[in-house]
């Protein structure tokens, strides 16, 4: 048997089936020791219990935990860099740090521990989309400070997989990659993804004819009609695969088979649904804030991590028989909400609406200006070559039917602009695809 480094084997996925009763002990003996931890070892945290009248032992059941304070992401800034570690710097093996788009980065710590937990619900990931140690799977997230690389590349060792590190750029060597090594599966964000596609098309490769079957996607938010798109252009199954650095990176939750909604890595990560405005904690199946807890993560424990990503708690039973709870499709985050002239726009509602017309291509970019005072949006949208040289007759029925599609999503007008294939920058990580132009 092929030996991974992580000590994992091939009973991996035997933890997604934990019976419930078992699992719901499991996760209230892990609360209430993280908790513990938290509360003897993060002064954030202790003041902020202590500030409730709360004591660790007040924790005696799963539902308690919603008596606890929330965190976010503003307290992983204000204790830049290391305030919010529950361990000594010698015990640290591991720091990850995410950019974000103002001032400083937050930064995330992991033990010896947390590496192996982090590769555990990573191999777990993968095998839910079908993979195994018979596969090769080339990793395209970016390795470094972001977590994706790292995450995936330890995951898919702990599989027991090949992994091919490939990071991001360099894409022409990317495809030569995985032509020649016979790659079978690709981790990176869908964005990039359809950039490989396309670059493979330039150098007269069809992916569809290589061994490529599955795709883990994530790390930004993609739609359903994204997926269709992928899976149609590239001859492979595309799983959605979700984490953030707070809680460990990749490996939070994923597709199965099934595709229909995330199953999380309850047994690590504990979920709860909250009412983003009134942090009221809501019942499975309605959509708002995901909160999460990390139930075994020792050098940087969590507890309810204000996520701000949209999504619901599905709690009925799926059909592949893992008991872990799923989330649906991260729709969006919360701040990435667009109030324009008072109604509310999810960039996903936009994506949506443009690739369910036919004729489009998956880039796209979404610009808001002022025009007399009013907040407008224009969306530059690629079109296939064909249609681009047409009749202007064409082009402006297009032009049409695509306005209609987002107005009918959205319920505003907007401009549409049609753009040759290849306008629209490519990304090679996260995609950008929200452009203000508005005057402040
Ligand atoms: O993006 C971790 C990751 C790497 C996940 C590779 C999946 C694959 P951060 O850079 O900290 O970590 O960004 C986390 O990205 O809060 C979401 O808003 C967004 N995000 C991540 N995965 C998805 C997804 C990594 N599948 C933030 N769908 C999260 C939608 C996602 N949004």
Not at 48 to 61: E, F, G, I, Q, Y
Not at 62 to 71: E, G, R, T
Not at 86 to 101: D, F, I, K
Not at 329 to 341: A, E, F, N, P, Y
């Amino acid at each position: 048997m092929k030996q991974n480094n992580a000590g994992l084997n091939d009973n991996l996925s035997a933890l997604d089936y934990l019976q419930l009763d078992y699992l719901r002990e499991l996760q209230l003996a892990r609360l209430r020791q993280v908790v513990a931890l938290s509360y003897e070892r993060v002064p954030l945290f202790r003041e902020r219990m202590d500030a409730r009248k709360l004591k660790p032992a007040d924790v005696k059941s799963l539902a308690d935990l919603a008596k606890l304070p929330f965190s976010q992401k503003s307290d992983l800034r204000d204790t830049y860099p290391f305030g919010l570690f529950a361990c000594p710097m010698s015990e640290v093996v591991r720091l990850h740090a995410s950019s974000g788009t103002t001032g400083k980065p937050i930064v995330v710590a992991y033990n010896a521990h947390d590496v192996e937990v982090w590769a555990e619900v990573v191999g777990r990931c993968l095998a839910a989309c079908g993979l195994t140690r018979n596969d090769v799977i080339q990793v395209g997230y970016g390795y470094g400070l972001f977590t994706g690389g790292l995450g995936a590349h330890y995951g898919a060792e702990a599989l027991g997989a090949t992994v091919v590190p490939a990071s991001t750029g360099n894409t022409k060597r990317q495809i030569m990659l995985m032509k020649d090594f016979g790659v079978t599966a690709v981790c990176c964000t869908p964005s990039y993804f359809n950039y490989l596609v396309e670059q493979a098309a330039e150098l007269g490769i069809d992916v569809r004819e290589l061994p490529l079957r599955v795709g883990a996607f994530g790390a930004e938010p993609w739609t359903n009609e994204m997926r269709k798109r992928i899976e149609a252009n590239a001859g492979i199954r595309a799983y959605d695969i979700y984490g953030l650095s707070e809680i460990i990176g990749p490996g939070v939750a994923i597709e199965c088979h099934c595709q229909d909604g995330l199953h999380i890595m309850e047994d690590h990560f504990y979920p709860e649904v909250v009412d983003p405005e009134t942090g009221e904690v809501l019942p499975d199946g309605e959509l708002g804030e995901l909160v999460l807890t990390t139930l075994t993560k020792q050098a940087m424990p969590m507890i309810r991590y204000r996520t701000r990503d949209l999504t619901r708690i599905i709690s009925e039973p799926c059909a592949c028989g893992r008991t872990l709870r799923r989330i649906a499709r991260i729709s969006s985050r919360s701040d990435d909400m667009l109030i324009i002239r008072g109604v509310n726009v999810f960039p996903s509602q936009i994506e949506t609406a443009l690739l369910s017309v036919e004729g489009t291509l998956p880039h796209y970019n979404i610009i808001l200006y002022t025009e007399n005072g009013m907040d407008n949006i224009e969306i530059d949208v690629e079109i296939n070559s064909e249609l681009f040289s047409d009749k202007v007759r064409a082009m402006e029925e297009l032009q049409q039917r695509l306005s209609k599609a987002v107005e009918s999503v959205i319920g505003l007008r907007v401009r549409i602009r049609l753009v040759a294939s290849g306008t629209i920058t490519r990304s090679e990580g996260k995609a950008r695809r929200v452009i203000d132009r508005r005057e402040k």
